[in-house]
Structure formats: C-alpha cells, structure tokens
C-alpha cells in the first residue's frame, strides 16, 4: 500500500528559511500528482497554500513557494515567521479520483 | 464569497448509520466537484469521497468503500455523505471541501475552499 511520507517534525528558526518534503513510499512524486499543500492550527480547518505542484492560492505571502526536489515534493518557506508554526500537509492525485495525504509536518518556529 | 457549512454530526454506536449535509453557497455549486476529508482526533487528513459536479462521478477511498455513499443536490446546493455500518475508527471530523480544476481541459485538481467540519463520534 503506497503512504505519502512527510518529515513528521520540524524546528527553524525566526527568518530562516525551511524546506519540507513530500513522498512516496514506492515511487517518485511528479508534477503529475499534481502535489498541493494544506496548513492547519489546532481546531482549526486546513487552509490552501500550494496547488499544482508551484502555484500560490489567494492571499498566501509569496514567501511560500512549492516546487519538485529531486523525488520529491516540496514547500519551502523563505523567512519564517512565528505565526507560521502549523502543520502543514501535502496531498497527491495518485488517479482514477483518487486523493493521499501525508501525515504531516509539525512545524515548530523557535 | 465561498461558504461550506457542514451538519449532521453525532453520537452513533458501532454499526450504525449517520448522513452528513454539506451546504454551500457563494459559487456556482453545479460547476463544482466537492469531496469529503476527514481527520481522526490527533492524527492527520484523509481523503474520504468525492462526487463531480452534474453527480456523476463518484470516488471513494478503500477504507471507506462498500460503506459510505456520497451524493449532491444540485438545486438545494447540498452534497452529503451517507455513511453505513460505521465502525470506532471512522470517528473523526469531517470537513467538506469543493475542488478546483477538476474539469476539462485544463484537468488540474486541488481543494480550494473548505468547511470547518463536523465531528463524528463511534462508541457504544
């Protein structure tokens, strides 16, 4: 059964810049999976960050940006600020109407 | 703009039946795939169902297949979920989410706008 691996955890400090990854457990994630990107606070809904792949949502700071690395893929965010700790969760399109999520990154800004 | 305000959540014992409403407003709801993601306490999302726009198409992941029936109402702007014989791990909140690009012939799918979500709980 094929999982959507993401780092679980993940500390940066105020105004450095932060990279989480996104994967297959068996495979290599593509533009074709059209991979997007979801925060969320505790209680809260998920919120859109990153869709296809690079693509901002509406109002999300251009400090967020997503892109394919390697095998992977990915959010960076460049200068983080502390209101961006949340947990950040990427999803696939894996076909045939078909959607898996990550588990998720926690990220922690200290 | 877009609203999502899902109901329908309760108490069920194990084996029971619950349908979730979805009602949506804001967009042209019939031009719109809209989908079902949940979230067990604690733990991370997962992609329930989705149904496009005119009905259909329907979707479901395995945990749920054979289980759960998706369907929308075009003229009440409403989707739901009919969810069967429910078991102790399908306790979560349940978020209801409409979907982006999922048409031809720019086919380039994400979830745009959700609601913010409705809990579930499974216990005898």
């Known amino acids: 059964q094929t999982v959507v691996t993401q780092e679980p955890s993940f500390s940066v400090s105020p105004g450095a810049t932060v990279t989480l990854t996104c994967g297959l457990s068996s495979g290599s994630v593509s533009t074709s999976h059209l991979p997007s990107w979801y925060h969320q606070t505790p209680g809260q809904a998920p919120r859109t960050l990153i869709y296809?792949?690079?693509s901002r949502s509406s109002g999300v700071p251009d400090r967020f940006s997503g892109s394919i690395l390697g095998n992977k893929a990915a959010l960076t965010i460049t200068g983080a600020q502390a209101d961006d700790e949340s947990d950040y969760y990427c999803?696939?399109?894996?076909?045939?109407?078909?959607?898996?999520f990550g588990g998720g990154t926690k990220l922690t800004v200290l | 703009e877009v609203q999502l305000l899902e109901s329908g959540g309760n108490l069920v014992q194990p084996g029971g039946s619950l349908r979730l409403s979805c009602a949506a407003s804001g967009f042209t709801f019939s031009r719109y795939a809209m989908s079902w993601v949940r979230q067990s306490p604690g733990k991370g999302l997962e992609w329930v169902s989705l149904i496009s726009g005119d009905g259909g198409s329907t979707y479901y992941a395995d945990s749920v297949k054979g289980r759960f029936t998706i369907s929308r109402d075009n003229s009440k702007n409403t989707v739901y979920l009919q969810m069967n014989s429910l078991r102790a791990e399908d306790t979560a909140v349940y978020y209801c989410?409409?979907?982006?690009?999922?048409?031809?012939?720019?086919?380039?799918?994400?979830?745009?706008?959700w609601g913010q979500g409705i809990l579930v709980t499974v216990s005898s």
């Open positions: 296809t792949t690079n």
């Open positions: 999803v696939l399109y894996m076909g045939s109407g078909n959607w898996l």
């Open positions: 989410a409409k979907l982006e690009g999922w048409t031809l012939p720019h086919f380039s799918p994400y979830f745009d706008s």
